[in-house]
C-alpha cells in the first residue's frame, strides 16, 4: 500500500472513530439528564396500599358506632362515660359493648 493511500485510509477512519466518541458522549449526556425514573417494586405498592387501607380502616372504626359500624359516634353511655354509640343504636344497648356496665342514660356530644 502506497504511503498516500494508508494515511487516506487511517484519516477515515479516524474521522469514523471521532464521529463514534461523539455519539456515545451525546447518549451518555442524554441518560445522566434524562434518567430513568427509579420503577417502584410491585411488592412495595401493594404494601403500600394495604397500610392506607388498614389505617382508613382504623379510623372509621374509632370514629363510627360501635353497633352498627355505619353511623358516626355521638352519643356517651353514662355513667361508664363510653363514647362509642350513634344516636339510634344507643337507645337499645343495655349493657355496654366495652365494660359490660347497665347504661343509666347518655349524652349527645358535640365534636365542633
Ligand atoms: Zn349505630
Ligand atoms: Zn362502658
Do not use: W
Not at 41 to 58: F, G, I, M, N, P
Amino acid at each position: 500500500m502506497e504511503m498516500r493511500e494508508e494515511i487516506h485510509v487511517l484519516k477515515r477512519e479516524l474521522a469514523k472513530a471521532v464521529e463514534l466518541a461523539a455519539d456515545s458522549e451525546a447518549k451518555y449526556k442524554a441518560c445522566v439528564l434524562d434518567p430513568v425514573p427509579v420503577p417502584v417494586h410491585s411488592a412495595e405498592l401493594a404494601q403500600l396500599r394495604d397500610d392506607v387501607a388498614r389505617t382508613k380502616a382504623a379510623l372509621h372504626d374509632a370514629t363510627h358506632c360501635v353497633v352498627c359500624m355505619d353511623r358516626p359516634r355521638e352519643r356517651m353511655l353514662m355513667p361508664c362515660s363510653h363514647f362509642a354509640f350513634c344516636t339510634p343504636c344507643v337507645a337499645d344497648v343495655k349493657h355496654c359493648p366495652l365494660c359490660n356496665q347497665a347504661p343509666t342514660g347518655h349524652l349527645r356530644v358535640y365534636n365542633s
